[in-house]
T-cell receptor, first 117, second 114 residues
Framework: AQTVTQSQPEMSVQEAETVTLSCTYD???????LFWYKQPPSRQMILVIR??????QNATENRFSVNFQKAAKSFSLKISDSQLGDTAMYFC??????????????FGKGITLSVRP | DTGVSQNPRHKITKRGQNVTFRCDPI?????LYWYRQTLGQGPEFLTY????????KSRLLSDRFSAERPKGSFSTLEIQRTEQGDSAMYLC????????????FGEGSWLTVV
């Protein structure tokens, strides 16, 4: 079974600054996907960024980038130029790359990020 | 594309009553998921459909829980004889078939059992 650990329950950052959210995971799989999801106070979960484990290049999406360390099973999210709208809970999630039907996400406990004006 | 739609958004029920939640996935998405989320926690997987077939159920899904997806379109999640421990947000999500496709979530259905 896979586990995802987010050990920081809360973080705070000043607007326009950079913040890094940590995530570690445990799996015996060699092929998988990793995701960061954002859940704003309105509660709908939206995808921020995804990483394919077989790709060495770190994924980037505008102000969001990841540091994927496969050997260390670490997957951190860096948010640059933080904006007030980035205030939300952020969840790290794992998905096996399976030829079978199972494609579910396994989530960490999440981290609450507050962006200060 | 109107996104994943869930209703009701909020439900307050007395312990022992039955409740049903409905989920309308993004059209043409074959896969549909139900998750449960309690305050301050990440979503926990409940069950998964590929078209109309329920392919996996979590151990969290006790006998009081049943989910259906007739005709592979919308899905319902029914909780019978609700207990206070069932109070949570029930999230529905959908995705297209394929490796690592993005899973899109609905806004969730809040259940409060009093």
């Amino acid at each position: 079974a896979q586990t995802v650990t987010q050990s920081q329950p809360e973080m705070s950052v000043q607007e326009a600054e950079t913040v890094t959210l940590s995530c570690t995971y445990d799996t015996s799989e060699s092929n998988y996907y990793l995701f960061w999801y954002k859940q704003p106070p309105s509660r709908q979960m939206i995808l921020v960024i995804r990483q394919e484990a077989y790709k060495q290049q770190n994924a980037t999406e505008n102000r969001f980038s990841v540091n994927f360390q496969k050997a260390a099973k670490s997957f951190s999210l860096k948010i640059s130029d933080s904006q007030l709208g980035d205030t939300a809970m952020y969840f790290c999630a794992f998905m096996k790359r399976s030829t079978g039907a199972n494609s579910k996400l396994t989530f960490g406990k999440g981290i609450t990020l507050s962006v200060r004006p | 594309d109107t996104g994943v739609s869930q209703n009701p958004r909020h439900k307050i029920t007395k312990r022992g009553q039955n409740v049903t939640f409905r989920c309308d996935p993004i059209s043409e998405h074959n896969r549909l998921y139900w998750y449960r989320q309690t305050l301050g926690q990440g979503p926990e997987f409940l069950t998964y459909f590929q078209n109309e077939a329920q392919l996996e159920k979590s151990r969290l899904l006790s006998d009081r829980f049943s989910a259906e997806r007739p005709k592979g379109s919308f899905s319902t999640l029914e909780i019978q004889r609700t207990e206070q421990g069932d109070s949570a947000m029930y999230l529905c999500a959908s995705s297209a078939t394929g490796f690592g496709n993005t899973i899109y979530f609905g806004e969730g259905s809040w259940l409060t059992v009093v």
